[in-house]
Each structure stands twice: as C-alpha cells, then as structure tokens.
C-alpha cells in the first residue's frame, strides 16, 4: 500500500518541470533603449498641399514629415514632426504698346522670382486604442499642439520707356506668417517586422493664434492633414 503514494508523489514530482515549461511567458517590459521610434512620411496639409505647384516651379515641392518619438507606456507615447517644403517660382513678361497712333510703341519688361518656405511643427500625444499588442493592425489617438509658419520673399525688375528712355526698377518684398494650431485625428500602423511598421496619420486642426504679415493664406476653421510613411523602433526588443 505505501508503494501506490510513493508513485504518485514520484510522477507529480517529474511533471512539475514539464508544466513550467509549456505555461505562456510573461510579456517583457519595453526596454529602455528600445522605446524611440522615427519615421519619414510624405505630408500635404492646408498650408503644404501636396501638388498643385504651377510648371517651372522648382524646389522642395514634395512636403516630407521627420517623425521622432518616445513610448511612454505600452499604449502612451509622445512624438515630434516637422514637415517643409519649399519652392521657386519665376514668371516674366514682354511686350509693346501704343498709346498714341502714330507714336513710337511704348516698350515695358516685367520679370518676377518668387520663393515660398513652408514649416509645420507638431508635438502629439499618441494613445493606442488596439489592446493586443501582437496585432500587426494598431489603431491610435492624436492630440496635442502645433505651429504653422510660412514664408514668402519676392523679388524682380520692371523696365518700361514711358519717359522716352528705358528705365529699369527692382524690387524686393519679404513676407511671413506664424500660426498657433490644436490638433486632433487618429492613425492607422501596421506592423511588418519587429523594427518597421508602415504609418497613416489623418488629423484636424484650427488655428487659434496667428501672425499675419503677408502673402502667406491664413487658416480658416477647421483645416486637415495627413501623412503617410514608414517608422523604425531601434534599440533592444
């Protein structure tokens, strides 16, 4: 009869490594070095549009966001963008004209360069609302904070004959203009390894500061924007 206990106790003893093995690992805490993220989008908003630039313009005409971040929480993390883009335009036009019949034509040459900059700056606060973490498909909330500014610099010549000699006029003009904006929008990333997941970021914003100058078109109401890229986590995983 004491041989029965004996057994069981035996057979219990030997199972209890086999279960510790197959029981379901404990998810590992984000590593310190692995919790920032950066990532590089194409970007078009009310103030950066993405095309529409007339032909001959040159320049840094696609709009590009630079995306850095930090994951505070597994589903809280804070991030940085800054967007620009920048073009060049230059237009001229020649002609004559008659202002009296049976005078000499009026000559006149009109010529033009103008440079556009544009920088949008945002500070997010980005919450997950996908539970599972292992999903390739998360889903996020967007809020925070952001800053508008553009900047215009027109310069050029007007010559004409109209005193009977050719006289030539240049000009310059600088013009800027600064804009406070809230934000709020959501964004899609699928996962596609460890490090790299493609990103789609669609967000509102409205303006509640600005600065105007000149020749830069203010914010009026609620205006979008989005961006769509790719993002890398370096460090541990």
């Not at 105007?212 to 009026?220: D, F, G």
């Given at each position: 009869m004491r041989i029965l206990p004996a057994a069981l106790g035996l057979l219990l003893t030997s199972a209890l490594p086999a279960l510790a093995q197959t029981a379901p690992a404990a998810p590992l805490p984000l590593s310190g070095t692995a919790r920032?993220?950066?990532?590089?989008?194409?970007?078009?908003?009310?103030c950066q549009p993405?095309?529409?630039?007339?032909?001959?313009?040159?320049?840094?005409?696609?709009p590009v966001q630079l995306t850095v971040g930090y994951q505070l929480r597994p589903r809280l993390?804070?991030?940085v963008g800054v967007a620009y883009s920048g073009s060049t335009s230059t237009n001229s036009n020649l002609g004559y004209e008659y202002l009296h019949t049976g005078t000499r034509p009026t000559y006149h040459y009109y010529e033009n360069t103008w440079t556009m900059r544009r920088t949008s700056v945002s500070a997010l606060a980005r919450y997950t609302l996908t539970r599972k973490p292992a999903h390739r498909l998360q889903f996020d909330?967007?809020?925070?904070?952001?800053?508008?500014?553009?900047?215009g610099y027109s310069r050029g010549s007007h010559s004409d004959s109209l005193s009977g000699s050719l006289q030539t006029t240049n000009y310059s003009y600088r013009g800027s203009q600064n804009m406070l904006v809230l934000t709020l929008g959501a964004s899609a990333r699928y996962r596609l390894n460890p490090r790299f997941e493609l990103n789609?970021?669609?967000?509102?914003?409205?303006?509640?500061?600005d600065e105007?100058?000149?020749?830069?078109?203010?914010?009026?109401g609620f205006t979008g924007s989005a961006a769509l890229g790719l993002r890398y986590r370096f460090g541990k995983q």
């Open positions: 920032y993220y950066v990532g590089l989008a194409a970007y078009s908003s009310y993405l095309g529409g630039q007339p032909l001959g313009t040159t320049g840094f005409r696609v993390a804070v991030q909330l967007l809020g925070g904070i952001g800053l508008e500014h553009g900047s789609f970021d669609l967000t509102t914003n409205y303006a509640v500061a105007i100058r000149t020749y830069v078109k203010p914010l009026q």
